[in-house]
Every structure is written in C-alpha cells, then in structure tokens.
C-alpha cells in the first residue's frame, strides 16, 4: 500500500508580511482562521510562529497559549508544531512556549548563514531546547539547513538527548545555505535512511520559488511535504497565493499525481508516534 503523506502548513513564519502578500496571517485570530482553512484542505501539521500585532517576531508564551488554545477548537486532532526558531527571540526565550506541550517543536540543532546573518544555534541552547522538550513530552522536527545537522541529530539520538527516533525534514533554497540540487536531495534522503532506517518518516521544505519542487520531489520519493506563506507568498511568479490553503490544495494535487493518499490526523500521528489527538473541543 502507498504510504500516506503528511502535508505541513507553515502558517506564517516571521519574516513575510501584509506587504508581501495580504493573505500572511498576522494576528492570533488570523492565524486561526487560515490554519483551519488549511486543515480543511488536507494539512495535518501546523507550524506555528506568533507576531505582534504590527507584524513583528515574537516569543510571548501568552500568545503560543491563545494560538494553541484556538487551534484545538477549530481544528481537532491537528497537529500543533511551535518553532523555536532564531527570529522570534534570542537564548531560552525561544522555547519559552514549550511548557504548554504542543505535540511538536522545531529544533536547530547547528548554526549556517543566512542571507544577512548568521542563524545561530550554539550547542548549549541546543542542549536546553532538546531537555525542555524531553521534559513536556514535545516531539523534535530537526530542521536540517546543512548536512552536518543530519549527522548531529544522529548524535545527540544516540547518547539519549532525542529519544524518540528523528524526524528530520530538510530546509533548501536558502541562500547561503542547502542548495536545490537533486543530488544533494537525494543524497540526505538516502544518509537518513542509513542513519536512522529504511522506513523513516522525513519531510522536505523549499524556499521561495523552491517550494514546489520540494513538494513534487517529496512526494514522489516518498517523504512528507511542508509547504505555506511562511516559506512562499506565491503560486506562481505573476500570481500571489490567495491563502495558505491554497497552497495546501496544490499539494494534494501532486500526491494524487504520485497515488499517495494525504495523511489524515490520525494517520499522521500514528507515522511519527505522536499520542492521540483530541476529537472536539477542548
């Protein structure tokens, strides 16, 4: 049977904004409403960064709790994954959210370049991220900019600083760091499988214009696909994508090019071990 594929939505990051596309979620109350419009359309996983209400990264904890909160209303059984990433705030304020035990967190595990800056993860944050996940039951997505991020999450794996098996998903198209390159691509595949076994769930993110070759590629090999106005504010060069569950709908497309049904909730839970989600309200 074709194994099932888990679709991402990345909500809104915290770079792209009203300017960029009018769609990009700013608000808690925004981002509830189009990440359940995006679970609507076949997203079972929300990757989630909070905003100021001018548009701005931020870190506040109270806003996680209203986010996670509205999430698991409106859209019951998703799968919540809050980011721990380095724009939203600087040292422990970046998993300042993780007592309110989403499902999931990202988790850095080494520092590259970025466009204009150096993205740092130094190791003792990383230590202290991956602990506190450990400690609230939060399941680690590795976000892997380079390959050497792979090799660490197998590391950090074996002595027991992740203790569920990685789920890694590669990060390509920005500049500075992975390349678009279908050798790279399938060379990470491949090293995930060899570190952490053949049936290993994985996913694939693209940057910008990378977007849809990350899915179409994802997909076809068999991974997870993340795609959303995070990573892309379009669907094409002259066309603007009209909502996050937009571009989820164009991912469901390429599975049903590839016969690879998308993963319910459920389903998506039980691939990465995760504990049931609740079917209502909370």
């Not at 090999?221 to 990573?231: F, S």
């Not at 504010?233 to 469901?252: F, G, I, K, Q």
């Not at 599975?255 to 998506?268: G, H, I, K, L, W």
């Amino acid at each position: 049977m074709t194994p099932p594929c888990i679709i991402c939505v990345a909500i809104t990051g915290s770079v792209p904004g009203k300017q960029n596309n009018p769609a990009v979620p700013i608000t808690v109350a925004e981002q509830i409403e189009s990440t359940q419009e995006a679970f609507e359309a076949g997203a079972a996983i929300v990757h989630a960064h909070v905003r100021n209400d001018d548009g701005t990264p931020s870190s506040d904890p109270e806003k996680f709790a209203r986010l996670k909160e509205g999430l698991a209303r409106h859209c019951p059984g998703m799968i919540i994954q809050f980011s721990t990433g380095g724009r939203s705030g600087a040292g422990k304020a970046r998993g300042g959210m993780l007592p309110l035990a989403p499902d999931m967190a990202s988790l850095s595990v080494g520092s590259n370049n970025f466009p204009s800056r150096v993205y740092e993860n130094p190791p003792d944050l990383v230590d202290w991220l991956a602990s506190g996940m450990q400690a609230h039951n939060v399941k680690p997505e590795i976000e892997a900019f380079d390959l050497s991020h792979i090799f660490q999450a197998a590391k950090m794996h074996a002595d027991g600083r992740i203790t569920d098996t990685p789920y890694v998903q590669f990060v390509m198209g920005v500049k500075n760091a992975m390349p678009v390159d279908r050798a790279v691509f399938d060379f990470y595949v491949a090293t995930v499988r060899r570190l952490f076994g053949k049936d290993v769930p994985w996913c694939a993110a693209g940057i910008g214009p990378h977007q849809l070759t990350l899915n179409q590629w994802a997909v076809a090999a068999g991974g997870h696909a993340r795609t959303g106005l995070e990573d892309n504010v379009r669907l094409d060069r002259e066309t603007l994508a009209p909502s996050n569950a937009a571009l989820v709908r164009r991912v469901v497309g390429i599975c049903e090019q590839n016969a690879r049904p998308v993963a319910s909730c459920d389903q998506a839970r039980r691939i990465l071990g995760l504990r049931p989600g609740k079917s209502g309200p909370p």
